[in-house]
């Protein structure tokens, strides 16, 4: 089984629905995290969390809302989806670490398509 | 704020050597990390480097100069498996990533 697991795979919207995009992990790591993979931009950071009480705010969160439901659940909401969301989302997961060594383990993303 | 260049594309034969460089302006740094995408797949971890020099792991390598605010990733016995995309990512003490625009490497026959 995968360690890094998000829900669902593939979505297609409408403009002004509220969406919910899940992240799950066994592997046992504190760190979640949100990226978008838009065509030549490579990965930005949404939001992060480096337990389950402590949320911040990535380089693009405006739109975005999160939740940490448990220390193996992150979830991403688009609380009015716009078509410019319609992009890849990745999760990711890192364990507690000296800084600047932890490598992230990346979930197989969720395309999304807004309408 | 923080910035990371690499080309956005790199074509090479199999069985050659092939060079991705990243430059990188941040406001602080503590290593700098490589990643391999295949097309529209999870991201995949490849090298760390936080200190200057080369690190080796089997056909790949990765260079820092932290004087110079650059590295480079080295493939080297290129397969066409290695067609896929290359990020730089910088570790700049906050525990996340800020990555590069990737580089797409495509290995011809």
């Known amino acids: 089984d995968a360690d890094v697991t998000q829900t669902p795979r593939n979505r297609i919207t409408k403009t002004g629905k509220r969406i919910m995009l899940e992240c799950s992990q066994t592997?046992?790591?504190?760190?979640m995290y949100w990226y978008r993979q838009d065509p030549g931009l490579g990965l930005r950071l949404i939001y992060y969390?480096?337990?389950?009480?402590?949320?911040n705010k990535g380089e693009i969160s405006d739109g975005y809302s999160v939740s940490r439901q448990a220390q193996a659940k992150f979830s991403l909401s688009l609380e009015s989806a716009i078509p410019n969301q319609t992009a890849l989302y990745f999760c990711?997961?890192?364990?507690?670490?000296?800084?600047?060594?932890?490598?992230?383990?990346f979930g197989p993303g969720t395309r999304l398509t807004v309408l | 704020g923080q910035s990371l260049e690499q080309p956005s594309e790199v074509t090479a034969v199999e069985g050659a050597i092939v060079q991705i460089n990243c430059t990188y302006q941040?406001?602080?740094?503590?290593?700098l990390s490589w990643y391999q995408q295949h097309d529209g797949g999870a991201p995949t971890f490849l090298s760390y480097?936080?200190?200057?020099g080369l690190e080796e792991t089997g056909r790949f390598s990765s260079f820092l100069s932290r004087s110079d605010s650059y590295g480079y990733l080295l493939l080297q016995e290129l397969q066409m498996k290695d067609s896929a995309s290359y990020f730089c990512?910088?570790?700049?003490?906050?525990?996340?990533?800020?990555f590069g625009k990737g580089t797409m490497l495509l290995v011809s026959p």
């Open positions: 969390s480096f337990d389950v009480k402590d949320i």
């Open positions: 480097n936080a200190l200057d």
């Open positions: 592997k046992g790591h504190d760190r």
């Open positions: 990711a997961t890192s364990d507690t670490g000296l800084a600047g060594t932890d490598t992230q383990y």
């Open positions: 941040t406001s602080g740094f503590y290593g």
């Open positions: 990512a910088v570790n700049s003490g906050y525990s996340t990533l800020t």
